[in-house]
C-alpha cells in the first residue's frame, strides 16, 4: 500500500492505493551525461528522461563548448530551463580537451569563473588534463580552485 500524504509536513494521508505488486521507485539520477551526444537539446532530453523515471540530471556540455565555447553553454543553460526535469551542470574545465587540440574554441579559467554564481551550475566538469594536475599548470589549477565540486579522469 502506498498513503498518499495529504497536508504538507502531514505523515497522514488523505487516499490509500493499493498498487497490488508494483513496486514505486523514487526519481533517479543521471550523474553523469554529456546531452548533447543524443543529438536533443536539454528540454527535449529531460522530457525523454522522465519517461524513464529520471527525475535529474547532471550534464557536462563538454561536446558544445569544445565547438561553440561559452555560447554553447549559454544556449544549454537557457535550454534547460524550459525542461520538465531538473538539469544541473557541470562546467567544463577542458576546452580544448588537451593543449594540442585545435577546436573550434576555448573555454579559459575567467570564462569558467563566469559561472559560479549560477543557479544550475554545481562545479566543474571532467578534469581531463593529468600532466597540467601532476605538474602544477597555473590555468588547471585556476580552473580548479573555481568550484567545491570537481570531476576528474584518473590515469
Known amino acids: 500500500m502506498v498513503t498518499i500524504v495529504g497536508k504538507p509536513g502531514s505523515l497522514t494521508g488523505d487516499t490509500v492505493y493499493d498498487l497490488h505488486v508494483a513496486r514505486v521507485v523514487p526519481g ?5 551525461v554529456h546531452i548533447e551526444s543524443s543529438l536533443l537539446t536539454p528540454r527535449e532530453f529531460g ?5 524513464s523515471g529520471v527525475t535529474t540530471v547532471i550534464a557536462d556540455p563538454h561536446e558544445i563548448a569544445n565547438v561553440s ?4 553553454i549559454d ?17 567544463p574545465s577542458c576546452v580544448p580537451a588537451t593543449p594540442l587540440d585545435k577546436g573550434g574554441a576555448v573555454v579559459s579559467s575567467e570564462d569558467v569563473t563566469s559561472y559560479k554564481n549560477t543557479p544550475s551550475v554545481i562545479g566543474l566538469g571532467e578534469m581531463m588534463n593529468v600532466p597540467g594536475v601532476l605538474f602544477d599548470d597555473l590555468e ?3 580552473k580548479l580552485s573555481v568550484f567545491d565540486h570537481v570531476d576528474g579522469h584518473a590515469p
Open 28 to 32: 533517479l539520477i543521471d550523474a553523469h
Open 47 to 51: 522530457r525523454l528522461s522522465l519517461v
Open 69 to 72: 565555447g561559452c555560447a554553447g
Open 75 to 91: 544556449f544549454m543553460l537557457e535550454d534547460a530551463k524550459s525542461s520538465p526535469a531538473d538539469i544541473f551542470f557541470m562546467i
Open 140 to 142: 588547471v589549477l585556476a
